[in-house]
Structure formats: structure tokens, C-alpha cells
């Protein structure tokens, strides 16, 4: 059985796609999607040694290693142009998933959907998204044993199309996710808010230099456009 996070990106796989699933770890996830019937074809991917061979012995053990390909390398390095069709990196932060998509550009030929699971920092992705020809088409975020996980899925398309005027703040908060406004974004973005209160504070103890005063004024603007959706 997957986890809720896991889980909510498998949905996002279209039956019978040929996947790459970067960072793999223990393959959990194409094994079962594999397992389930769901693919008949994945890449796991790994730059780790410990990791790379847990997969391998995974897909072994459910005797699925003709399906799940088990391969060591970094980011998208093991993938080949028109090899898949869905991208997966799923459990890192924003910038080293951006990273990865950044580095590995050419092999993203034949690639028809990107599934990220961003930790932190989903607004690194969908500014590379916006700037790199991908529509975002879904988003969902979710709470799990106490934290916030937030799954981001795109496809060749319009990179435009989900925002509006309000673009800065849709980049940061999801243009989905903020009209859906679900507990877990709520819960996402109060704490969000009170560490940024918390860092006004600090400002506000400190000698107001030129540079202060602006940072200042940037985060009482961020708050309160925040506060306010
Ligand atoms: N994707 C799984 C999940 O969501 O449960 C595992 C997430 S785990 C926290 C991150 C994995 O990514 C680690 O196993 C790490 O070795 C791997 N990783 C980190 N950077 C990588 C890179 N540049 N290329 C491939 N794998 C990488």
C-alpha cells in the first residue's frame, strides 16, 4: 500500500503510460502501479547507491525487474529522448526538482506530462513551468502524518493559462490550489504567516537602514495579500 502522497501522485498516471520515476528510492511507485496493472513500462531512477539497490531488490522480489527498469544515474541522465511519456520526481524540495528538469531538458523530447511532488518551494516549479512552454493542469495539496506535500502535473500546452493579472501570487500559492482553498492549504499558508509575522517582528526591532525598510515593505505587502485569499 502507497502512501496518501504517493497515492495522490499514482492518480495522476494515465493508464498504460510509460513512465520514469526519478529518485525512486525503494521503487514503491512504479512497483505498484506495475503490480496493479496500471503500466506496463517504467524507468526508476537513482543517483544513490543505498536507494538503487533497494529498487533493484524490490522489483526483483515482486518479480517485475522485465517491467520496472531499475537505473543508476543523476536526474534525468537515465532516461533516452522518446522513452517515456509521463516525467515523476516526487519527495524533493522545488529547487533540486527544477534543478533536474533544468539539466535534463533534452531528454524531455516525448514527454507528454510531468507529475512533481515538490516538499517545499513548489513556486521554483511552476515559474520553471511558465518559462519552459508546460501548462499547469492540476494541482492538489494534502496533509500527511503532520505535513504539507503539494503535487503539481503539466503538460505540453499554454503555460499561461491558469493565471490571470494576479500571476506572482498564484506562482507562489497554486492558481488551483487557492481557489480550492482546501484545510491543508489553509493550514500550509496560517504558518506560513506567522513565521513571516514572526521576521517582521524582527525587522521592526532592528536599526532601520535603507535595505531593512524595504524588506519591510515587501513582507507586510506578501502578508497582506496572503491574509487576504
Ligand atoms: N520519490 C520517492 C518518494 O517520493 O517517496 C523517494 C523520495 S526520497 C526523499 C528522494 C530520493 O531522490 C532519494 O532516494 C535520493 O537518493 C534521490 N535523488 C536525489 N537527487 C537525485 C538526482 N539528482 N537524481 C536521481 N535521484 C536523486
Redesign the pocket.
Given at each position: 500500500k502507497l502512501?496518501k502522497?504517493?497515492e495522490t501522485?499514482a492518480d495522476f498516471v494515465i493508464e498504460g503510460s510509460r513512465i520514469a520515476?526519478?529518485?525512486?528510492?525503494?521503487a514503491?511507485?512504479p512497483s505498484f502501479l506495475c503490480v496493479n496493472g496500471r503500466i506496463s513500462f517504467a524507468v526508476a531512477?537513482?543517483?544513490?547507491e543505498?536507494?538503487?539497490q533497494?529498487a533493484l531488490s524490490q522489483v526483483q522480489k515482486l518479480g517485475i525487474a522485465d517491467k520496472v527498469h531499475v537505473r543508476k544515474?543523476?536526474?534525468?541522465?537515465?532516461v533516452s529522448p522518446n522513452e517515456v511519456e509521463h516525467i515523476?520526481?516526487?519527495?524533493?524540495g522545488g529547487a533540486?526538482i527544477t534543478?533536474?528538469l533544468e539539466?535534463g531538458r533534452d531528454k524531455l523530447e516525448g514527454v507528454k506530462r510531468l507529475i512533481l511532488?515538490p516538499?517545499v518551494m513548489a513556486d521554483r516549479i511552476r515559474k520553471w513551468l511558465l518559462t519552459n512552454g508546460w501548462e499547469l493542469i492540476n494541482e492538489v495539496v494534502l496533509e500527511e502524518d503532520e505535513k504539507i506535500y503539494e503535487v503539481l502535473v503539466a503538460e505540453r500546452g499554454n503555460p499561461d493559462q491558469p493565471y490571470s493579472e494576479n500571476r506572482e501570487l498564484e506562482l507562489l500559492l497554486g492558481p488551483y490550489l487557492m481557489q480550492d482553498k482546501n484545510p491543508a492549504f489553509i493550514k500550509k499558508w496560517e504558518s506560513e504567516l506567522q513565521s513571516w509575522k514572526r521576521i517582521l517582528l524582527q525587522f521592526e526591532q532592528a536599526k532601520e537602514t535603507e535595505e531593512v525598510k524595504a524588506k519591510k515593505e515587501e513582507l507586510i505587502q506578501l502578508i497582506s495579500k496572503v491574509e487576504e485569499v
Open positions: 502512501s502522497r504517493l501522485v520515476d526519478i529518485g525512486s528510492d525503494h514503491y511507485l531512477g537513482e543517483v544513490n543505498g536507494p538503487y533497494s544515474g543523476n536526474g534525468l541522465e537515465v515523476i520526481i516526487a519527495g524533493m533540486l534543478d533536474i539539466a511532488q516538499n
